[in-house]
């Protein structure tokens, strides 16, 4: 299997929360190995479009391939069963579970490429090294962590899983900067892991550090795609979609 594999493609992807059109027709894949960042304003659509990758959302439209898998019509289960990761920006973590019962949740078989290599295999104990604090506080329920320690926790349960791939819901929104830069770290492991991310995020500091590809929304459609380099040196880009 060639590292450039894809491994989600999405082809005219269309949702809706309830009669309102929030996503038109949205072209995007992602490769084995890489990190691509989903920009844009806040409403942009960005978070609505991994939910309807996943399936989160009843109304979609338009194809959804997941490692060869076709994912239109699934439930986030059956995508989670395959592989497919995800980290939604509202943390949900189980608050009156402790951090090693919540990892235990999130549990799955160990998994292998197509071409018969292992994927990377997630342990407690592997994870506490990515995440210290965590490991400092295994009994600890989840309702007496952080806001920046439960978002880890919630990255650490998804990990448990050992996903192919990760759609990551606004990483760096409002956690302290410490806790910004440990999630930057963290990605960065993952990518050297050969785990892929799809992350959705508006801070174009923290998306420069971590990607390699950017797609840029705007009203439900993607504007521009090209690699995390061109998309930092395109001021007009950068102005017209991203700039509050």
Same mark, same amino acid.
């Given at each position: 299997?060639?590292?450039?594999?894809? %491994?989600?493609? !999405?082809? $005219?992807?269309?949702?809706?929360?309830?009669?309102? /059109?929030?996503?038109?027709?949205?072209?995007?894949?992602?490769?084995?190995? *890489?990190?691509? +960042? %989903?920009?844009?304003?806040?409403? !942009?659509?960005?978070?609505?479009?991994?939910? +309807?990758?996943?399936?989160? #959302?009843?109304?979609?439209?338009?194809?959804?391939?997941?490692?060869?898998?076709?994912?239109?019509?699934?439930?986030?289960?059956?995508?989670?069963?395959?592989?497919?990761?995800?980290?939604?920006?509202?943390?949900?973590?189980?608050?009156?579970?402790?951090?090693?019962?919540? %990892?235990?949740?999130?549990? /799955?078989?160990?998994?292998?490429?197509?071409?018969?290599?292992?994927?990377?295999?997630?342990? @407690?104990?592997?994870?506490?090294?990515?995440?210290?604090? #965590?490991?400092?506080? @295994?009994?600890?329920?989840?309702?007496? =962590?952080?806001?920046?320690? &439960?978002?880890?926790?919630?990255?650490?349960?998804?990990? =448990?899983?050992?996903?192919?791939?990760?759609?990551?819901? *606004?990483?760096?929104?409002?956690?302290?900067?410490?806790?910004? *830069?440990?999630? !930057?770290?963290?990605?960065?492991?993952?990518?050297?892991?050969?785990?892929?991310?799809? #992350? $959705?995020?508006?801070?174009?500091?923290?998306?420069?550090?971590?990607?390699?590809?950017?797609?840029? %929304? *705007?009203?439900? /459609?993607?504007?521009? &795609?090209?690699?995390?380099?061109?998309? +930092?040196?395109?001021?007009?880009?950068?102005?017209?979609?991203?700039?509050?």
């Amino acid at each position: 299997m060639s590292t450039h594999e894809t %491994l989600l493609e !999405a082809k $005219s992807l269309c949702a809706w929360y309830g009669a309102a /059109q929030i996503l038109y027709d949205v072209d995007l894949e992602v490769r084995r190995g *890489e990190v691509v +960042a %989903l920009m844009g304003r806040n409403g !942009a659509g960005k978070s609505t479009t991994l939910k +309807a990758l996943i399936g989160m #959302l009843s109304k979609r439209r338009g194809a959804v391939r997941f490692l060869g898998h076709d994912i239109s019509k699934c439930e986030p289960h059956h995508a989670a069963k395959l592989g497919l990761g995800f980290v939604p920006e509202d943390r949900r973590v189980f608050t009156d579970l402790t951090v090693m019962e919540n %990892l235990e949740v999130g549990k /799955q078989p160990a998994r292998r490429w197509s071409d018969g290599s292992d994927a990377p295999l997630w342990t @407690p104990e592997r994870l506490f090294k990515l995440f210290p604090n #965590l490991g400092e506080m @295994p009994q600890r329920p989840g309702g007496r =962590m952080s806001g920046g320690e &439960q978002q880890m926790l919630t990255v650490a349960r998804t990990l =448990m899983g050992n996903p192919y791939l990760v759609l990551l819901d *606004e990483p760096s929104e409002g956690v302290a900067p410490v806790i910004v *830069e440990q999630m !930057a770290n963290m990605i960065l492991e993952l990518k050297a892991q050969g785990v892929s991310i799809l #992350l $959705s995020e508006q801070n174009m500091h923290f998306a420069e550090l971590v990607s390699d590809r950017a797609y840029v %929304l *705007e009203k439900g /459609q993607i504007r521009y &795609q090209a690699s995390m380099a061109d998309l +930092a040196t395109n001021e007009e880009v950068r102005r017209a979609y991203l700039s509050v």
